[in-house]
């Protein structure tokens, strides 16, 4: 039986880039079908919306979606799809691997770099409770926190401080912890480390870590080993030894910088793909941006998107085609032949190939 899943093209490169890796998922020979949805900026303009109706539907349909990447406008505009969706999609975990490639660019290329971020997706500072600067409602929130807390006033004035609200919550620390042990079991993992700021936010963060020692104890018997790390240490131990750590567990604003610190030492976003995990549905996508000013020049790199590919295939229970999927991206990327302008050893390599055709190579190597 075919698989449904749903494609949205996104904008910027996300259309080129999503038609690269729609081709390495067909030339696999699990049968699927594909969904072509668009969404983003472009969308907005004829539209007057990002997400159309028509996109959740398909999306609620399929319960399996791949998705390229969408504009996220700074500072103004809409908010951000990719929150919209996970909040929307109840997708609370997202788990990004972070895994080295032999032939990538990196200064972390001799050391044994393969680490899992599983992040919490839904609240934290990410759940969008804010207060404008200015407003009333905004000023009386300082005046009630200046009279019922005064160990912690704030000291600007009421009408220059915006104010974001970090809810942390038993249920979702439960919730995430428990699915990194069980990706940790799964996928022949050894340790899962909880990443937090529990000395300073004693009450959000304090929480998390309260939660996840409690929630470790169910496992205790399983053989994964648990322990856990203050955020800014944590930074730092992945620069000096990452070869110490395997899936790390963290709260939504963390594990978004973190997973991004990750990428960096296996080579970048351009080899990081990421998966968005919920009780019915999933969303695959790349980490990285749209990166418009890159649009239509079949330039940029398509490995992240195709490894997300791959982690949809796992997700499919299709693990035969995954496997040759990746063993495919990785004997492209070894070869470094027919690889784009970003992992060429310089970057104005004549020889450098276009999106389509490192997609082509990568198809060529499951014939």
């Not at 930074?235 to 000096?240: A, G």
Request: charged content about 25%; hydrophobic content about 40%; glycine content about 8%.
């Amino acid at each position: 039986m075919a698989h449904e899943v749903t494609l949205i093209t996104g904008d910027g490169v996300g259309p080129e880039l999503a038609e690269a890796a729609k081709r390495c998922v067909d030339a696999t020979g699990v049968d699927i079908n594909w969904d072509t949805q668009e969404a983003g900026l472009d969308v907005m303009e004829r539209c007057g919306t990002p997400l159309p109706e028509a996109v959740m539907e398909s999306i609620d349909r399929t319960e399996c979606t791949l998705k390229a990447p969408i504009t996220t406008p700074v500072g103004t505009g809409f908010r951000s799809i990719n929150v919209h969706l996970r909040q929307q999609l109840g997708l609370f975990a997202c788990i990004r691997p972070c895994k080295y490639y032999e032939g990538v660019r990196t200064f972390f290329s001799q050391v044994p770099v393969d680490l899992v971020i599983v992040r919490e997706n839904t609240e934290d500072l990410y759940a969008g409770i804010e207060f404008e600067r200015g407003k009333p409602e905004t000023a009386e929130l300082i005046d009630y926190i200046n009279k019922v807390s005064t160990d912690r006033t704030v000291q600007s004035g009421r009408d220059e401080t915006g104010i974001s609200i970090k809810p942390i919550s038993v249920s979702r620390t439960e919730q995430i912890v428990r699915c990194a042990f069980e990706y940790a079991l799964q996928n022949g993992r050894k340790k899962v480390s909880a990443v937090h700021k529990a000395n300073i936010m004693k009450y959000s963060d304090g929480l998390f870590l309260e939660t996840a020692r409690r929630v470790a104890e169910e496992f205790a018997d399983s053989g994964i080993e648990f322990e856990d790390r203050i955020v800014d240490n944590m930074c730092m131990q992945l620069v000096q030894k990452p070869e110490l750590y395997d899936v790390l567990v963290l709260p939504n604003l963390y594990g978004d910088i973190l997973s991004d610190l990750a990428a960096g030492l296996v080579g970048g976003l351009g080899v990081a793909p990421g998966m968005n995990v919920g009780p019915s549905g999933a969303v695959f996508e790349a980490t990285h941006g749209s990166a418009p000013k890159y649009k239509g020049q079949n330039k940029v790199n398509p490995t992240a998107l195709i490894l997300s590919g791959m982690l949809m295939l796992r997700y499919l229970k299709e693990n035969e085609a995954a496997d040759r999927l990746e063993k495919a991206v990785a004997a492209v990327i070894a070869e470094g032949k027919d690889v784009t302008y970003d992992m060429k050893p310089r970057r104005d390599d004549p020889s450098a190939v276009g999106t389509q055709e490192m997609a082509d190579a990568i198809c060529e190597k499951m014939n």
